[in-house]
């Protein structure tokens, strides 16, 4: 039984996507930033700024997509699954390029030692935490992009599939969100 087809009206739409513009134009001008701080890797860390935004903007993006299937409710998948591919794909480079800069973090001198000598309790707890929680959201997008395509457009039929997927999306997005506030943390206190 389908609980109705799920629509927005033309001005929710513009409200939504406006919301996303503003937003992604707001958030990259901190990893821009980057690009021109006096650091051997600031190209390394505004890269993985760029990415890590990105992702973060996309997959903040898609869980207004992932709401509607959560319900139940039909929803284009032909569009989430492409939003879904590119969420993936964007994660995957924060993922490296966030490794990439992590040689840095963990190397002679670098901020961790730095962290470790003033607050080792920071190191400990909150890095660590960021270290694991920062990859989990490339496989549950690789799950969720796998079953989108896996199954095809049929899957609409399929509610606890579409149950899954959307609560694989939202469940990425939050250890994003998470990854994203500690990774800011640690810029403010010592930038790689």
């Known amino acids: 039984m389908s609980a109705g087809h799920y629509t927005h009206d033309n001005f ?27 650091s051997a890797y600031s190209i390394k860390a505004g890269i993985h700024g760029l990415s ?7 997959g903040t993006y898609l869980t207004h997509r992932a709401l509607p299937l959560v319900k139940g409710m039909q929803v284009q998948l032909q569009s989430l699954r492409r939003w879904v591919l590119a969420a993936t794909l964007l994660n995957l480079a924060g993922a490296i390029s966030g490794n990439w ?13 730095w962290i470790l000598e003033r607050v080792p309790a920071i190191h400990n707890v909150l890095m660590e935490f960021k270290e ?7 496989p549950l997008m690789l799950s969720a992009t796998a079953l989108l395509y896996y199954y095809g457009l049929p899957m609409q039929t399929r509610r606890d599939l579409c149950r899954f997927v959307g609560i694989t999306i939202l469940v990425s997005w939050s ?13 403010k206190l010592r930038f790689v």
């Open 101 to 113: 800069i992590y040689m840095r973090y963990r190397g002679q001198d670098g901020p961790r030692d």
């Open 52 to 58: 890590a935004i990105s992702a973060l903007a996309v």
């Open 132 to 138: 694991f929680v920062s990859l989990f959201p490339f």
């Open 175 to 187: 250890f994003l969100l998470l990854g994203f506030v500690v990774g800011l943390v640690l810029a």
């Open 12 to 38: 929710g739409k513009t409200v939504m996507r406006s919301q996303v513009a503003i937003a992604l134009l707001l958030l990259l001008c901190l990893p821009l930033a980057n690009f021109w701080f006096p």
